[in-house]
């Protein structure tokens, strides 16, 4: 089974940057996901990390750190539009995911 | 393209009565999925299908089941529905390799159990 924590709840300001981490224990890591969820929509792919290292995709990036288990998220220039629950999901083994419970962030002005 | 499309879209079920929420993709995709999605306990996935044919269970099994006749279909089916079940049902298709292997979820079905 799988033990993922990430922070409830994250505060940031127009144009910051706010780093969400992620720490997970398994015993068979096969990939690390990142999805963004939008109040009352479903949730949407963000970033795949399988190997150690930063992942970079426009203002966000994502890091895995696999003998640590240990990812982030890194959101930057932080816009009104990211307000949002980001999940952090393992694969164990196939290609079943195992979903924290998710961290809302809110971008205030 | 439509991508992975759910029915309904929201629902008030009367507890003890059935239900199956339909699930449909036109991405060809091998695997699909169910999942609720509750206040603080994030996604917990329920059935699985890797394929045509054959299903799994995921996390919290009990109380659901699933049939895939074809790769495009995905239906859930609620036997006796109790209050405890009322949840958002996303539903989700990958392609089903073994490498970055997305998943794209549907919009959801909002589901009340009274």
């Known amino acids: 089974g799988q033990n993922i924590d990430q922070p409830t709840e994250m505060t940031a300001t127009e144009g910051a940057i706010v780093q969400i981490n992620c720490t997970y224990q398994?015993?068979?890591?096969?990939?690390l996901f990142w999805y963004q969820q939008h109040a009352g929509e479903a949730p949407t792919f963000l970033s795949y990390?399988?190997?150690?290292g930063l992942e970079e995709k426009g203002r966000f990036s994502s890091f895995l750190s696999r003998s640590k288990g240990y990812s982030y998220l890194l959101l930057k220039e932080l816009q009104m539009k990211d307000s949002a629950s980001y999940l952090c999901?393992?694969?164990?083994?196939?290609?079943?995911?195992?979903f924290g419970a998710g961290t809302t962030v809110t971008v205030r002005a | 393209t439509a991508g992975i499309t759910q029915a309904p879209t929201s629902q008030i079920l009367a507890a003890g009565r059935s239900m199956t929420l339909r699930c449909t993709q036109d991405?060809?995709?091998?695997?699909m999925y169910w999942y609720r999605q509750d206040l603080g306990l994030g996604l917990r996935l329920i059935h699985y299908?890797?394929?045509?044919?054959?299903?799994g269970k995921g996390e919290v099994p009990d109380g659901y089941s699933v049939s895939r006749a074809n790769t495009d279909d995905f239906p859930l089916t609620l036997a006796s529905a109790v209050p405890s079940q009322t949840s958002v049902y996303f539903c989700?298709?990958?392609?089903?390799?073994?490498?970055?292997?997305?998943?794209?979820f549907g919009p959801g079905t909002r589901l009340t159990v009274l």
């Open positions: 989700a298709s990958s392609e089903g390799d073994r490498g970055s292997d997305t998943q794209y």
């Open positions: 398994t015993s068979g890591f096969n990939g």
């Open positions: 990390n399988v190997l150690d």
């Open positions: 999901a393992v694969r164990e083994g196939d290609y079943k995911l195992s």
């Open positions: 991405m060809r995709h091998n695997a």
């Open positions: 299908s890797n394929t045509a044919g054959t299903t």
